[in-house]
């Protein structure tokens, strides 16, 4: 065989095995497109859980300790409250911000708010204050429960106490 010859060979091994590397990647990134079950191949989006796995126990609690009541998750400022002169100004600035609970009547009032917090809050105290004297001010209450408290009976005695305190007259 000539030199020439086992050159030729060589370059066609070479290519094969850059085009092998190459379809690889390709399918492998296909394939993982395609099992992801979030993806529908239209967007750059996929759909998330609305509430971590501390907020979804929470949840669960909340709807069986009051069962008379409608519990909405990750509700929008803008949609419990609103500017007293719809001012653009105030709605915007409350517009992305979001409560983790609302607590509602039969008649879907708000009867109150719930906010569970994590140990991030320790350092956001004062816009955790400042978020309560809001709502305060419209005459919602905020029950604030501790993420080392999520358990059932906690979170229970920690709700008949500010029942008791707040909305009991």
Known sequence: M????????GLIAITL????????EIVNYLKSKLQSKNYNGNNQYKKRFILTKTESQLFRYLINILPNHIILAQVPFSCIIRPINNERRLFWKINQKRVDFVVLDKRLNTVFIVELDDTSHSS??????????????????????????????????????????????
Do not use: A, P, W
């Not at 000539?2 to 060979?9: D, G, P, R, V, W």
């Not at 906690?154 to 007259?169: A, G, M, Q, S, W």
């Open 2 to 9: 000539s030199n020439e010859y086992l050159i030729y060979i």
């Open 17 to 24: 095995i850059f085009l092998y590397m190459v379809l690889y």
């Open 124 to 169: 956001k105290k004062r816009y955790d204050i400042q978020r309560d004297q809001l709502f305060n001010s419209c005459g919602i209450r905020t029950l604030r429960i501790k993420t080392k408290d999520n358990n059932f009976n906690t979170v229970k005695y920690k709700l008949e106490r500010f029942i008791n305190k707040y909305l009991r007259n």
